[in-house]
């Protein structure tokens, strides 16, 4: 089969359009053929070696959707020909947290595409229990930007933060792919929301998917903004990834009591913190990590009945995943970019 590896950690030059051996699948497993893998920041980080070594050579790609082409023994309800999104959490199955259903807990948990094979590939093989049924009203496309945006966006607003209508939140880059599923989904629960962006062009991307304010965090600063758009209270909730001064500024922006969720760290994990405001304002820091596969689950049918609609910027072929990751990197997307197999 076609698949885009790299043999060594580094630069986008890393990542080879070659051949690669057919994933061979176990009881209980179930092998896919992709037809689309979107992009995250995960397959940079993995790809510069950020989050470790991994075994060579790698295939990256997290969130996929396909079609499937061998079912494993002991596997029902899953049939060859199936248009399928898969659950990117792999976990045991077997321990506490899974059993608790709080598999992105399990021990052994990793996400497809990090340590494992993934998505960047003609084939994917996963276990049985990481096939879910793909709406009809998407495109493989559409599909493949789903899994991981959207459930980490629910699991930090809906089960963490436990963001209530009326209340306001603060979405920093709402361009990105989580962003963009942030401001869906805090507008499905019923929050105003204020949304940052790096362009103008965004931010009316932003207003379209739902946002109620937008700032220019290029051209304004965005702390003052939300006081200005608040009358000095603050939010409820921030919706935090981006770390560094970002995180610092963002605390700030709450009101007393609020909420900072984060999950993530693009621009740099190391923040100052000064506990005394943090205790004094009696807020709230809450550390997010994927979702789970049952949260998975409840988000389908919203896509289903249109109430949340994937964003996506670019569909690239496999072979240029090398383009495809530069994009990203140099943030001129809106929404995801999504690797067509």
């Not at 909420?259 to 760290?265: D, E, H, I, K, M």
Request: proline fraction near 5%; glycine fraction near 10%; hydrophobic fraction near 40%.
């Amino acid at each position: 089969m076609k698949a885009v590896r790299m043999h060594q950690h580094g630069g986008v030059e890393v990542l080879t359009y070659e051949e690669a051996p057919e994933p061979r699948i176990a009881s209980g497993e179930v092998l896919v053929a992709v037809k689309a893998c979107a992009l995250n920041h995960l397959d940079v980080w993995v790809r510069e070696g950020a989050r470790g070594t991994v075994p060579m050579p790698h295939t990256l790609g997290s969130d996929v959707s396909g079609v499937v082409e061998e079912v494993g023994q002991g596997v029902s309800g899953i049939q060859k020909g199936m248009n399928v999104v898969i659950s990117p959490g792999l976990s045991c199955g077997t321990c506490k947290s899974c059993l608790s259903g709080r598999d992105n807990q399990c021990p052994s948990y990793t996400i497809l595409g990090q340590r494992l094979d993934g998505g960047y590939a003609q084939y994917v093989k996963v276990p049985a229990q990481n096939i879910i049924p793909m709406p009809e009203n998407l495109t493989f496309e559409e599909a493949a930007s789903v899994p991981l945006t959207f459930l980490t966006a629910w699991h930090m607003l809906v089960a963490l933060a436990r963001l209530q209508p009326g209340e306001s939140v603060l979405v920093q880059a709402g361009g990105s792919g989580v962003g963009s599923a942030a401001i869906q989904i805090a507008k499905l629960i019923g929050a105003r929301v204020i949304a940052t962006a790096g362009s103008d062009p965004k931010l009316e991307r932003s207003k379209r998917l739902g946002a109620d304010e937008g700032i220019n965090y290029a051209a304004s600063d965005f702390r003052a903004e939300v006081m200005k758009l608040t009358h000095d209270s603050g939010v409820e909730v921030v919706f935090e990834h981006i770390g560094d001064k970002v995180f610092q500024e963002s605390l700030r922006c709450l009101t007393a009591g609020g909420r900072l969720v984060t999950c993530g760290a693009t621009a740099g994990s190391p923040v100052p913190l000064d506990l005394r405001y943090l205790y004094a304002r009696q807020l709230s820091v809450l550390g997010s990590y994927m979702g789970t596969k049952g949260e998975l689950l409840a988000l389908i049918p919203f896509f289903q009945q249109g109430k949340l609609r994937p964003v996506v910027h670019k569909t690239l072929p496999l072979k240029e995943a090398r383009e495809a990751h530069q994009i990203m990197m140099n943030r001129d997307n809106f929404g995801k970019i999504v690797l067509s197999v």
